[in-house]
């Protein structure tokens, strides 16, 4: 199995109680997104025009994994 951290390092908070593990202690995959917008206008005289737009989202379709599970209550944390 492939974790991203060592499981076996943290246990389960008594019920009603904060765990001892800090926020942020754990990292998982990057993110990465790029998005991309084009827009142009074209005059024909001073009343007509013509107007072009294109969105791009995810331009490259890189895709962008989630974080793995914290909780240890999880079936399969890490």
Known sequence: MNAWFNT????QNA???FGGGGIGILRGPGTWNTD????RQFR???RQ????RASFYNLPNHA????SATT???PAPG
């Open 72 to 74: 240890p209550a999880t």
């Open 36 to 39: 991309l917008a084009v827009q």
């Open 8 to 11: 076996a390092a943290f246990v």
């Open 44 to 46: 024909f005289s001073e």
């Open 15 to 17: 019920p009603g109680t």
């Open 64 to 67: 962008n994994l989630n974080n």
């Open 49 to 52: 025009r013509l107007e072009f």
